[in-house]
């Protein structure tokens, strides 16, 4: 199983899946772990279990909806409660999201060991769900904003990622210089959260953009945009650190 990881978050295990190492058949070849796109139950169950057996963790899940809801599950979970945030506090419960174009953000606090995994399409970018994570970790468990570390995942990027004038035009409101301009304007998400996190007081250093296009990358990651919604979903998952083994978990 090929997992993508963050050098910054090297003491917390965490990653972001891939396509491969699977059972699922074309188009969602074929370590699918989204439920509800059309592909047999029964191969995304087993493609979960390996995902499970490969990283030795349990996943809090939820019903993602594109907003900044953000909440604390210490317990592993089906998708059934809505929000596109998740904290965990709990070694051994990845908190998780599911992308397959959308922007994975994966947050860490060294100094408590809590982590928050973000998922941040360009309807949770613009309502700030990022930095609504920054503040439930904050509030959940003590850490500065200026002790946390990030890593933005692969995502569409603004190689691709073509957008109406419109929309183009809200980002350039909130968040100034993050599309790329030509014939048709090209939105640059993972600009667009790094600002989104800086101005939440996370310091620039600790932030890590992993600068992948999953449209690019098409024997990685599954694309929706690129295959017009026929896919497979991938997973950022992130567990806390260990703090009463001093080390983290594997």
């Known amino acids: 199983m090929d997992l993508v990881r963050s050098k910054l978050l090297a003491a917390f295990p965490h990653g972001f899946t891939t396509r491969r190492g699977g059972v699922s058949p074309p188009p969602w070849d074929a ?37 900044a809801r953000v ?6 979970s089906v998708p059934a409660e809505e929000a ?28 408590s060991g809590a982590v928050c995994a973000v998922h941040a399409g360009w309807r949770g970018t613009i309502a700030g ?18 002790r946390l570390l990030a890593a933005i995942g692969p ?8 957008v109406s004038p419109d929309l183009a035009d809200r980002f350039r409101a909130a968040l100034g210089p993050v599309v790329r301009e ?14 989104i996190l800086e101005a939440a007081g996370v310091a620039p250093e600790r932030i890590d953009s992993m600068d992948r296009c999953t ?31 001093g080390r983290a978990l594997p």
Do not use: K
Not at 93 to 107: E, F, R, T, W
């Open 155 to 162: 995502s569409i990027g603004p190689c691709c990622y073509e």
């Open 182 to 195: 030509g014939p048709a304007p090209r939105l640059d998400l993972w600009a667009s959260n790094r600002r």
């Open 31 to 67: 370590l699918n772990l989204g439920g509800s796109v059309g592909d047999d139950p029964v191969r995304v169950a087993e493609n979960w279990r390996r995902l499970e057996a490969a990283t030795r963790l349990l996943f809090a899940r939820v019903r993602q909806v594109h907003g």
């Open 84 to 111: 596109d945030a998740v904290v965990s506090t709990e070694a051994g419960i990845a908190a998780c999201v599911s992308v397959a174009d959308c922007v994975p953000v994966l947050i860490a606090d060294p100094g």
């Open 215 to 245: 449209a690019c990358e098409r024997d990685t990651f599954f694309s929706h945009r690129r295959d017009a919604g026929r896919t497979g979903r991938q997973m950022a998952f992130i567990a806390p650190h260990d703090l009463t083994a």
């Open 129 to 146: 769900v990022a930095a609504e994570a920054v503040r439930a970790l904050a509030r959940i468990s003590g850490a500065p904003p200026g």
């Open 71 to 76: 909440v604390h599950l210490d317990v592993a």
